[in-house]
């Protein structure tokens, strides 16, 4: 693990942002720092434990749990030949970015459940220097690109906490549940899952100022994920959930009512893995 600091633009669905990001470590895991550059200010702390959204302007900030998670995927043995079922993987050209020599890999699905990759990887540093989501067709639908990345020491945890913010800022604090409740039946089910998806995370979270709770959960490949919200608030739901399809640079959701229950699943896969996901999940009696 190593300490650096760089600045990356963002595209996705016809707009740009250009973030700031520092990164370093302590014992307890990795902890970093997102600062944008162009529109609307904010900041994204996030560490082992909370993730804090922040809005200068306003001097408001967000505190939701973090979950475990590394700034490009470290796979086991084990991961990589279940994601060979699913992606090819190629080396490609070098190239030059952030006026360093990267190595380009090519990430191809090997069938339409899911998008591919392209990334670029510091030769020296092994840093992910460019990261581009591609469709089935070799178009890309987000872009990250860094346009300066610098390996630094000493690097203080200091900036990375709240304290750092200041004593005006107004904090309120999300009651996410991370753990599970053993003791709790849900009162839906998966049936079939699209291939190499499997459920990695389940949660309740509230979802309304009612306080009322819903299910999250997180299905994965290994690389792809798919966030599925199932909510028994129907009356609260009818207001604002999803009906149908939407699409929004990468990122397609579906959304149904199954039985007393509105589903609707949200990921940067084709629609078509979307709608297998809700189409997958069934109700209970």
């Known amino acids: 693990t190593t300490d650096y600091e760089g600045t990356f633009v963002y595209f996705h669905d016809g707009e740009m942002e250009m973030m700031n990001l520092s990164h370093t470590y302590d014992e307890q895991g990795e902890i970093e720092r997102l600062v944008s550059l162009n529109g609307v200010p904010r900041e994204i702390i996030r560490d082992y434990t909370n993730v804090i959204c922040v809005w200068p302007d306003s001097k408001s900030a967000v505190v939701s749990r973090s979950r475990k998670r590394t700034p ?9 030949k ?4 699913f992606y090819e993987f190629l080396t490609a ?17 090997k069938d339409a459940l899911r998008y591919g990759y392209n990334i670029w990887v510091d030769e020296t540093s092994y ?3 460019r990261s581009d989501l591609v469709n089935v067709k070799g ?15 000493g690097l203080q945890i200091e900036q990375f906490t709240q304290e750092a913010l200041g004593s005006d800022y107004r904090w309120v604090y999300s009651e996410e549940e991370a753990a599970k409740d053993s003791s709790r039946q849900p009162d839906w089910k998966f049936a079939t899952l ?3 998806f499997e459920l990695i995370s389940m949660q309740l979270k509230p979802m309304y100022k009612e306080a009322e709770m819903v299910d999250h959960l997180i299905l994965s490949d290994g690389l792809a994920t798919v966030s599925v919200y199932v909510d028994p608030n129907l009356e609260l739901a009818k207001q604002s959930a999803l009906q149908g399809e939407s699409t929004m640079g990468a990122v397609n959701a579906y959304g149904m009512v199954k039985g007393h229950l509105q589903v609707t699943a949200v990921g940067e896969v084709p629609m078509a893995t979307i709608k297998h996901v809700v189409n997958a999940l069934k109700v209970k009696g």
């Not at 952030?98 to 990430?107: D, L, M, S, Y």
């Not at 178009?139 to 020491?153: D, G, P, S």
């Open 72 to 80: 490009f995927p470290v796979f086991s043995s084990e991961t990589l």
């Open 139 to 153: 178009k890309a639908l987000e872009q990250v690109i860094f346009t300066r990345m610098e390996q630094v020491e």
């Open 127 to 129: 840093l992910l220097l």
């Open 93 to 109: 050209k070098k190239d030059r970015i952030a006026n360093r020599v990267a190595q380009q890999i090519e990430v191809k699905p």
């Open 194 to 196: 699209p291939a190499g």
């Open 82 to 85: 279940k994601l060979d079922d």
